[in-house]
């Protein structure tokens, strides 16, 4: 006697489910290999004398703390600014809105050299925003203020798409109850909207921050001087070898880490919590 037609179908859908499986396992566990093995050799099988004296030294020690410091400025500018940008694009229709937002996620596929570059047409100061801000004594080139604008042009993309999306997830009508109730559109905002959307935001903002800290191309064509984290790798490695580079960019490494598991933990209590 025959078997049904069902069960045949449904004995060749788990077979191929399970080689499905299999292959793309393979194939994930290749790119994971790929990604984690340079990052924990890196951390992991790295001179901890040497690790130890990168923590002990004044000039890395100023370097990573310049990087730091700079991002910060950088996502808390990006916040001010970008913040708002991404509820125009979550709540408002508007001529050109679809070119907008793609123009947004241009720094993140230009060339980061390039973006020094451009940057560097418009800051510089032979050229008239950058003759403006010297004028009330600001220099982007060689300073702290060149650094900011470096990490803020080549991140903020990141903050502003992570804002819209949250945004966008919380339900327009939550907002509308709130005005029918007498609450103005600031109050609508600040006491609805924003906190049913601030975990991705800081989430947003954190990822920013770390992608701001690992910037080298656009910062160096500014202001390759006072020298952040990632130009003192180059600077040690060009110099020294590698032996003088694995350290300072190890202790980078570790940072970034700290800040992506901040960031899963802060998605998972979202995603928990939704």
Known sequence: MSKHPGSQLRGKSRGGGQSLNWVFT?????????????????????????????????????????????????????????????????????????????????????????????LLFVFGSNFLVGRGFKAVGIQFIDSLAGIVIAMLFVSVPILITS??????????????????????????????????????ILAGSLMMWARGMSEFGAVIILAYHPTVAPILVYQRFETYGLAQAIPVAAIMIMISALVFIGVQTLLRRRDAGA
Not at 176 to 185: E, Y
């Open 26 to 118: 393979l194939l994930g566990m290749l790119i994971l290999l790929f990604i984690l093995v340079p990052l924990f050799k890196m951390v992991f099988l790295s001179n901890k004398q040497a690790l130890g004296q990168a923590l002990l030294d004044p000039q890395t020690l100023s370097s990573i703390g310049l990087t730091i410091y700079a991002a910060l400025i950088a996502t808390a500018i990006g916040f001010v600014l970008g913040v708002p940008l991404a509820y125009l694009f979550a709540r408002r229709e508007f001529p050109g809105k679809g070119i907008l937002e793609g123009l947004i996620d241009l720094p993140i596929v230009v060339p980061h050299s390039a973006a020094g570059i451009a």
């Open 163 to 200: 804002a819209k999306e949250s945004f966008r997830k919380v339900d327009v009508r939550l907002e509308k109850v709130a005005r029918t109730l007498g609450a103005s559109p600031w109050q609508a905002f600040a006491r609805v909207t924003f906190p049913l959307a601030w975990r991705s």
